[in-house]
């Protein structure tokens, strides 16, 4: 088994091996994250795929400061949100800087992946993008704002919104799950 700096050599040289190692090393985990940000595993097949090929062109230009898969990561998150960014103007973006949420922090606990999944998918899109970049990706209000060329005020009230939402479905799907938390978003 070849390891991290000989696959990325050989993806430079343009081995086949090598290309397919480096995709079977670290399809399942980059799939995962083109999940939270489709609406199916068609789509996220779709981002997954542009994303690859994003990364064996980009590889020549990969300095090995950030590890590989953090690299790669960012790249399936901009090329979602690439893939996205046309529909995310379809839905209406609110730009509320206050809400009537209770001010907690977002936490589930006995939410079995899948289950958070799906429901993060059920999300209008816009809602989903921000919940996904902010909860997940760790991105703050400002950078979201810059990426997806939107207010921080409309990222903070997608995000309060996807929060509401998540927090009635879970309420929905049953009363063991419970979403709490810290505060200010």
Known sequence: ??????L??????GSRASQQALYDRYC???????????????????ILQEGFVKVFQGLDGFRQDAKLETWMT???VNTALNHHRKKLYLFPMVDIE????????????NLHFTE???????????CQVVFNLFAIEGYSHKEIAD??????????????????LLQEKLKKESSQYRVYGEGKF
């Open 1 to 6: 088994m070849l390891n991290e700096q000989e």
């Open 8 to 13: 990325i050599e050989g993806c430079r040289k």
């Open 28 to 46: 399942k985990k980059l799939m995962v994250v083109c999940l939270r940000y489709s609406k199916s595993s068609a789509e996220a097949e779709d």
């Open 74 to 76: 960012r790249i399936m």
């Open 98 to 109: 206050k809400t009537d949420l209770p001010e907690d922090e977002m936490g589930v606990s």
């Open 116 to 126: 958070l999944l799906t429901m993060i998918q059920s999300l209008p899109q816009g």
């Open 147 to 164: 990426m997806l060329g939107i207010s921080e005020g409309t990222s903070k009230s997608q995000y309060a919104r996807a929060r509401g």
